[in-house]
């Protein structure tokens, strides 16, 4: 019996394996150039090219149902989807409801392939599909030649030089069409990657406009790209995800009907490849060696991650939603530069409206005006600077006027924002906000530090102010023998980068930072006598995150100039992603001990500890000589709490049991023969 049941485990789990084989990149199974038979939808294979060269996947003319094809170059890591994202080639319907992809695949590199349906309209039945190699690249392979291929291996005496009229280009457009017949409406729940990547500028639910981007090659030329690595100047691989994004891809744009720019810009090209050929070409280029051969085209669908405009924070009316491709007119890998300009974008003209409840909605406009830049270029790159001259050289926050901005700007900012010095014009208005803080002096910080050519940091006006975080500030001590308030700082869920705010009762005349100097080593920034501080690290040290109150910076005081010291105002507090945080001050302001009704009285002083205090009361007397001191309590509305006759030395403290006070503010005074002294005290229990 035991054998039995042994050889029937045995058994199925070679029946399982078997069945479960194919059924992930994980376990693919393994082909050679050839003709299968995938047993169902979404099973998956692995391919390892022996020789370099094209290949061609296909189901065309061998399944009537409607197939997909995808080729990953990785699978750890790898989330499936519906769409072309991660593939290194993709297809829906080349041929008719079948699909095909053709492109160079590199020896030596294992590739998982995917074969799929579309929608399940294949109903788990089986798809017939053939793994082709197509051969070796043949072209011109003098990289001197004007037609130079870089692919090619095989040279086949077409080279061709400059000035030769035959020298071929590439001419890259955006097809109007598919932009226009893809708009629609949506919402999208931000990321973190989604705002640092430029694709949201803010963060919870946001409005969006969704559309596709289908970029073709006109030219009789290929589009070379090339592999994305760090040598290859055409790639950034500075953002979250930490995936290359072809820099100049293309470029998302509004403008209002002035022509001026709306700041919500998005630049994408996280991968370019052949996903159509239309015109006439032969695909050959995906996300493992980007370009777009002529005769091809590229498409970004309106369901993809990243494919739209953030319209959250625009106004009503009238917008030129505009698409760039190769917005920045750069020359491909292999330096050929594109035929014409004049056609590298594509534009509509959209209605945006909200109803009572400010959702918000768009139609199309018809017979909107073209925007032209300040050349006169129609939906050109040309911009007038913060001082409103055309392509002018004026920089935003260039403190010393030297044309560039570092970080000797950012600490120039706050010095003139502590001295009051700081011009309020859009040149230093750094996110268009129409105020001058702390936030833009770190946005200059973020440029000089953080510039790269994706949604660059230094692409005026920027910023973000993140409603999810809250950064709280309390008084969390005092010491009014040395003169000085502690502040606290709660930072539950986000470091912070920088900070200002301003207190009131004290004239500040100096500032030490409590912060850990291994996290967040820096020097407050004030003004003496002033009432303001400004706390910022210029190397990007970060205040560690706190659930509770945590040390952040000592004032010290000579001047106490009202009955209460508080924490007046928090101008902004940055987080380590250069993003402003919503603010909140917490806890109370103290009572003075020196505040009193009348004048200081050097004969009769008096100090009250604690201030506030919950059920015991200290004070301390100092007179000039022995005798009696007649005291009395008041509470808020002047009446009469408690009196007391003290008969004792010239140094002496009394303590008052006020557990029988209700909360609130009273005042103590204290008559004496050379003369009177009353100060406030607060009870809270």
């Given at each position: 019996m035991r054998r039995t049941v042994l050889l029937f485990l045995m058994l199925f789990s070679a029946a399982y394996g078997a069945m479960a084989q194919g059924?992930?990149?994980?376990?693919a199974t393994p082909v050679t150039p050839g003709s299968y038979t995938a047993p169902q939808p979404n099973s998956w294979y692995t391919f390892v090219p022996t020789q370099p060269g094209i290949y061609r996947i296909y189901t065309c003319q061998q399944s009537s149902c409607d197939t997909k094809i995808y080729v990953y170059d990785y699978c750890v890591g790898l989330n499936p989807t519906e769409n072309n994202l991660a593939t290194v080639l993709y297809n829906d319907d080349a041929c008719s409801l079948q699909s095909e992809v053709q492109g160079i695949l590199q020896p030596g590199t294992t590739y998982y392939i995917r074969i799929d349906d579309y929608n399940n309209q294949c109903n788990g039945q089986t798809i017939n599909w053939t793994l082709q190699y197509i051969g070796q690249i043949s072209g011109c392979t003098d990289p001197n030649a004007c037609n130079y291929n870089p692919e090619a291996t095989i040279d086949n005496g077409s080279c061709v030089y400059a000035p030769s009229p035959l020298c071929p280009t590439p001419d890259l457009t955006v097809?109007?069409?598919?932009?226009?017949?893809?708009?629609?409406?949506?919402?999208?729940n931000a990321?973190?990657?989604?705002?640092?990547?430029?694709c949201l500028n803010g963060y919870g639910l946001r409005d969006i406009i969704r559309f596709t981007t289908h970029i073709k090659n006109v030219g009789n030329a290929d589009y070379y790209i090339g592999q994305a690595n760090p040598s290859n100047p055409q790639f950034d691989y500075v953002n979250c995800h930490q995936h290359a994004h072809y820099v100049g891809y293309a470029k998302y744009e509004l403008y209002d009907l002035n022509g001026n720019e709306i700041p919500i810009g998005f630049k994408n090209g996280f991968c370019v490849m052949d996903l159509e050929c239309s015109g006439g070409g032969s695909s050959q280029y995906g996300c493992g060696n980007m370009g777009i051969s002529h005769?091809?085209?590229?498409?970004?669908?309106?369901?993809?991650?990243?494919?739209?405009?953030?319209?959250?924070?625009?106004?009503?009316?009238?917008?030129?939603?505009?698409v760039k491709v190769n917005w920045d007119h750069s020359p491909d890998y292999t330096g050929k530069y594109e035929t014409t300009y004049d056609n590298n974008f594509a534009s509509v003209c959209i209605r945006l409206a909200r109803d009572a409840q400010g959702i918000p909605s768009f139609s199309l406009v018809q017979g909107c005006t073209p925007v032209v830049d300040c050349m006169g270029v129609q939906f050109g790159n040309a911009q007038t600077d913060c001082n409103g001259v055309c392509n002018g050289t004026a920089v935003r926050g260039d403190m010393n006027s030297d044309l560039a901005l570092d970080q000797s700007d950012a600490s120039l900012y706050n010095q003139n924002l502590i001295s009051g010095?700081?011009?309020?014009?859009?040149?230093?208005d750094m996110d268009a906000d129409g105020t001058w803080t702390v936030h833009d002096a770190a946005l200059i910080n973020n440029c000089s530090l953080n510039e790269h050519p994706i949604n660059n940091p230094c692409d005026w006006p920027f910023g973000?102010?993140?409603?999810?975080?809250?950064?709280?500030?309390?008084?969390?001590?005092?010491?009014?023998?040395?003169?000085?308030?502690?502040?606290?700082?709660?930072?539950?869920?986000?470091?912070?980068?920088?900070?200002?705010?301003?207190?009131?009762?004290?004239?500040?005349?100096?500032?030490?930072?409590?912060?850990?100097?291994?996290?967040?080593?820096?020097?407050?920034?004030?003004?003496?006598?002033?009432?303001?501080?400004?706390?910022?690290?210029?190397?990007e040290m970060k205040l560690d995150t706190s659930a509770v109150l945590q040390p952040l910076v000592r004032l010290f005081f000579n001047n106490i100039t009202a009955e209460q010291i508080c924490i007046d105002t928090i101008v902004d507090i940055v987080n380590s992603k250069y993003e402003a945080t919503l603010k909140n001050i917490t806890g109370n302001c103290l009572i003075s001990p020196y505040a009193s009704v009348t004048e200081y009285n050097k004969a009769l002083q008096a100090e009250i500890f604690p201030n506030p205090a919950s059920d015991l009361l200290n004070i301390k007397v100092s007179a000039v000589q022995a005798g009696e001191i007649r005291m009395r309590i008041l509470d808020v509305s002047g009446r009469v709490v408690r009196t007391a006759v003290w008969n004792g030395s010239a140094e002496h403290t009394e303590t008052l049991n006020i557990q029988s006070f209700a909360d609130g503010l009273y005042t103590l005074e204290l008559d004496f023969d050379g003369g009177k002294v009353a100060k406030k005290f607060l009870v809270k229990k």
């Open positions: 059924t992930s990149c994980s376990n097809v109007q069409s598919a932009m226009e017949s893809s708009l629609s409406m949506d919402t999208r990321d973190q990657c989604s705002v640092e990547e430029g005769g091809c085209g590229d498409i970004y669908g309106a369901g993809l991650d990243c494919q739209w405009v953030d319209i959250t924070d625009v106004d009503t009316g009238t917008y030129h939603l505009v010095n700081l011009q309020q014009v859009i040149c230093n973000i102010t993140n409603n999810q975080q809250t950064s709280e500030l309390s008084i969390i001590g005092y010491n009014w023998n040395q003169q000085y308030i502690d502040i606290g700082i709660k930072n539950a869920t986000h470091s912070v980068l920088a900070y200002q705010f301003r207190v009131s009762g004290i004239e500040i005349q100096s500032a030490q930072n409590l912060a850990n100097p291994l996290q967040y080593n820096i020097t407050p920034q004030f003004q003496v006598n002033g009432t303001e501080v400004i706390g910022m690290s210029y190397q």
